[in-house]
Nanobody
């Protein structure tokens, strides 16, 4: 089970910042790839950013490179998505997820057809 929420409610003006957090319960982040996904209206769910088991490698979708940062704190079973310089096209429902893995170098979100754990979606709306 995972839960996610925006720090301030998920509404922000373009150019602003927002941090999402996700806390896992019932399992440990150890041995998992952690990722953030989003789904905009009328579009498929896509991987935004993922971090490998152990945190050595990270993936960022091209559209968010230089703006978003993923991090995780395994001791707290918590993942974060720091969203800076947000754009209207970032508007979407954001989900955190985790996939069990035996490897330390899995990090490429588009390769993940499914995840083992999903959090509830959090609406992020960016106004112009």
């Amino acid at each position: 089970l995972m839960s996610a929420a925006g720090v301030w409610g998920g509404l922000v003006q373009a150019g602003g910042s927002l941090r999402l957090s996700c806390v896992a319960s019932g399992f440990s982040f150890d041995g998992h790839v952690i990722g953030w996904f989003r789904q905009a209206p009328g579009k498929e769910r896509e991987g935004v950013s993922c971090i490998s088991n152990g945190g050595r490698y990270t993936y960022l979708q091209n559209s968010v490179k230089g703006r978003f940062t993923i991090s995780s704190d395994n001791r707290k079973n918590t993942a974060y998505l720091q969203m800076n310089n947000v754009k209207p096209e970032d508007t979407a429902v954001y989900y955190c997820a985790a996939k069990r893995t035996l490897y330390s170098a899995e990090y490429y979100c588009p390769r993940f057809s499914s995840m083992d754990h999903w959090g509830k979606g959090t609406q992020v709306t960016v106004s112009s």
